[in-house]
T-cell receptor
Framework: DSGVTQTPKHLITATGQRVTLRCSPR?????VYWYQQSLDQGLQFLIQ???????AKGNILERFSAQQFPDLHSELNLSSLELGDSALYFC?????????????FGPGTRLTVL | KNEVEQSPQNLTAQEGEFITINCSYS?????LHWLQQHPGGGIVSLFM???GKKKHGRLIATINIQEKHSSLHITASHPRDSAVYIC??????????FGKGTRLSVIA
């Protein structure tokens, strides 16, 4: 158990809908990262937050947004869902943001868009 | 952007065999991570290294900065080692860039 929690574990929804994925980092970790893992693309970085502020942005679609709250949990919002958004979404956390520090991964949320 | 290549893509081994998984990258890095993804999907961080060699139990990770290459070795492999092993690299403060993974099956 990494100490990072993600909810829900599984999510099945329809095209056009909007969902929210939630992540709670390890106790004491200030940085949260979101990753998408699809069958054809592998793991890809979406976005990073550090202590409530956006720190880095990757291949995140405009339909997707995220935030980190004062209690350091983070939410990833996916809207106008398409079939291609079906993937595993992982959250990871680390103590600090920019240094070469280990990231601890949550169990992931499996999103299926029908 | 760093390109990360892993080989082999798939690997089947007999229990007890010594296993090597390779990772090459195109641009100088500040750190390289080896991750293990279990069949259920969960990801565990195995190693983070920027030089030399690290060992944890039956796992050994090495990196050659000049050759832009890292290897993950598993000694005395066991069926419970069956998983996807993923290499990821970081240059400075840029986000992690991942390889496509090596799927390992260890047969008893």
């Amino acid at each position: 158990d990494s100490g990072v929690t993600q909810t829900p574990k599984h999510l099945i929804t329809a095209t056009g809908q909007r969902v929210t994925l939630r992540c709670s980092p390890r106790s004491g970790d200030l940085s949260v990262y979101w990753y998408q893992q699809s069958l054809d693309q592998g793991l890809q970085f979406l976005i990073q937050y550090y202590n409530g502020e956006e720190r880095a942005k990757g291949n995140i679609l405009e339909r997707f947004s995220a935030q980190q709250f004062p209690d350091l949990h983070s939410e990833l919002n996916l809207s106008s869902l398409e079939l291609g958004d079906s993937a595993l979404y992982f959250c990871a956390s680390s103590v600090v943001a920019g240094t070469n520090n280990e990231q601890f991964f949550g169990p992931g949320t499996r999103l299926t868009v029908l | 952007k760093n390109e990360v290549e892993q080989s082999p893509q798939n690997l089947t081994a007999q229990e007890g065999e010594f296993i090597t998984i390779n990772c090459s990258y195109s641009v100088g890095i500040s750190a390289l991570h080896w991750l293990q993804q279990h069949p259920g999907g969960g990801i565990v961080s195995l190693f983070m290294l920027s030089s030399g060699k690290k060992k944890h139990g039956r796992l050994i990770a090495t990196i050659n900065i000049q050759e832009k290459h890292s290897s993950l070795h598993i000694t005395a492999s066991h069926p419970r080692d069956s998983a996807v092993y993923i290499c990821a690299v970081r240059s400075g403060n840029t986000p992690l860039v991942f390889g496509k993974g090596t799927r390992l099956s260890v047969i008893a």
